[in-house]
């Protein structure tokens, strides 16, 4: 079973575009990040919730919106997309507690043409 | 605001010898956790090993072990008897035990290992 699951793994889209992705995890951890791995491998966080609330955002522009239906899920819609959006994006969980590590999915490489 | 800083842009090592990655941080908090994350070509970030701040001996995971030393700021890598599916980028990374346990990365370090 896959702890953090992503989808797509990989999409490709147009710019000025909206588009989406998955993210659920099945660890029970009450905490859900989204970070972006820039072409450089330079991870940065992006977004975080604990129990459906926000509580970590970046200066991240408003076109990129998370929403947490549950604690299981976080999906991350971005619209009007750039060339600049072009990145991997990495769904992560953690229990959000004192204890324990940080769980990544497998990423989602979206390219903008 | 907390930083981690990997300088070592890219490393070699010859299979089955020793190699240690460095890493640096930034911190006023007197908790906290360090971690290093390898990413293999596949992209998948895998936890290679944690220290917590507040425990004294170095943690050790196998043919991984880390050099924590606190008063420096300083959270190093080693791996003993290389393979050649070490192969990854290495990333070093800081979470608070505390607030909104955000996870700050290095820049990361590539590990090249030669058969």
């Known amino acids: 079973d896959t702890a953090v699951s992503q989808t797509p793994k990989y999409l490709v889209t147009q710019m000025g575009n909206d588009k989406s992705i998955k993210c659920e995890q099945n660890?029970?951890?009450?905490?859900m990040y989204w970070y972006k791995q820039d072409s450089k491998k330079f991870l940065k966080i992006m977004f975080s919730?604990?129990?459906?609330?926000?509580?970590i955002n970046e200066t991240v522009p408003n076109r990129f919106s998370p929403k947490s239906p549950d604690k299981a899920h976080l999906n991350l819609h971005i619209n009007s997309l750039e060339l600049g959006d072009s990145a991997v994006y990495f769904c992560?969980?953690?229990?959000?507690?004192?204890?324990?590590?940080?769980?990544f999915g497998q990423g989602t490489r979206l390219t903008v043409v | 605001a907390q930083t981690v800083t990997q300088s070592q842009p890219e490393m070699s090592v010859q299979e089955a010898e020793t190699v240690t990655l460095s890493c640096t941080y930034d911190t006023s908090e007197s908790d906290y956790y360090l971690f290093w994350y390898k990413q293999p070509p596949s992209r998948q970030m895998i936890l290679v090993i944690r220290q917590e701040a507040y425990k004294q001996q170095n943690a050790t995971e196998n043919r991984f072990s880390v050099n924590f030393q606190k008063a420096a700021k300083s959270f190093s890598l080693k791996i003993s008897d290389s393979q050649l599916g070490d192969a990854a980028m290495y990333f070093c990374a800081y979470r608070s035990t505390s607030g909104t346990y955000k996870y700050i990365f290095g820049t990361g370090t590539r590990l090249k290992v030669l058969a």
């Open positions: 992560a969980s953690s229990p959000g507690t004192r204890l324990g590590e940080a769980f």
């Open positions: 660890l029970g951890h009450d905490t």
């Open positions: 919730y604990n129990n459906k609330e926000l509580i």
